[in-house]
T-cell receptor
Framework: NAGVTQTPKFRVLKTGQSMTLLCAQD?????MYWYRQDPGMGLRLIHY???????AKGEVPDGYNVSRLKKQNFLLGLESAAPSQTSVYFC?????????????FGPGTRLTVL | AQKVTQAQTEISVVEKEDVTLDCVYE???????LFWYKQPPSGELVFLIR??????QNEISGRYSWNFQKSTSSFNFTITASQVVDSAVYFC????????????FGAGTTVTVRA
């Protein structure tokens, strides 16, 4: 049971490049989330998914797209990276929402956009 | 508006001292949940505790204790007899029924425990 994994762990992009971050969970969780963490601001929700085939916007969705084609995977895409997207990205998952089951976090992806 | 405020940016203590982290939240919901997460230098986020709005019973778990007071909208966290391994960033978070239970995080408090 690996929990929540994220690929890659580190990445450096040039402005305008695109990339996809992969989040995978093996806990059969329905809900998955993408956050970004910036210094002094805590974690902010980018997008989330309440089940396979669904996605929804969080607090800071601009510049990102997501897809949840399989229940265990949640992809975060940057179509045209900008320096403002330099951040640490965390994926999380939970069994369901209504009971506010604990969200389990992945190890994070450190992204630098030059 | 910030829903979760952690007024302490950094706290530095000597080993064995007690550390109390403050968390003040803002919500209009009657149903909500409060969390504390720990982020050690390695970077991962570790769940510590969850409390719902209907359970104000305070709890002690080993060296950790929590003080939930709805009257002051506070959910404070105390580490007793701190150890170097407690050095981390601690986040308080809120999820509200009226916000689809999405987590709102505070900015975090960096705790440094010196030997």
């Amino acid at each position: 049971n690996a929990g929540v994994t994220q690929t890659p762990k580190f990445r450096v992009l040039k402005t305008g490049q695109s990339m996809t971050l992969l989040c995978a969970q093996d806990m059969n969780h329905e809900y998955m989330y993408w956050y970004r963490q910036d210094p002094g601001m805590g974690l902010r929700l980018i997008h989330y998914s309440v089940g396979e085939g669904t996605t929804a916007k969080g607090e800071v969705p601009d510049g990102y797209n997501v897809s949840r084609l399989k229940k265990q995977n949640f992809l975060l895409g940057l179509e045209s990276a900008a320096p403002s997207q330099t951040s640490v990205y965390f994926c999380a998952s939970s069994y369901n929402w209504e009971s506010t089951d604990t969200q389990y976090f992945g190890p994070g992806t450190r992204l630098t956009v030059l | 508006a910030q829903k979760v405020t952690q007024a302490q940016t950094e706290i530095s203590v000597v080993e064995k001292e007690d550390v109390t982290l403050d968390c003040v939240y803002e919500t209009r919901d009657t149903t909500y949940y409060l969390f504390w997460y720990k982020q050690p230098p390695s970077g991962e986020l570790v769940f510590l505790i969850r409390r719902n709005s209907f359970d104000e019973q305070n709890e002690i778990s080993g060296r950790y204790s929590w003080n939930f007071q709805k009257s002051t909208s506070s959910f404070n966290f105390t580490i007793t007899a701190s150890q170097v391994v407690d050095s981390a960033v601690y986040f308080c978070a809120l999820s509200e029924a009226g916000n689809d239970y999405k987590l709102s995080f505070g900015a975090g408090t960096t705790v440094t425990v010196r030997a």
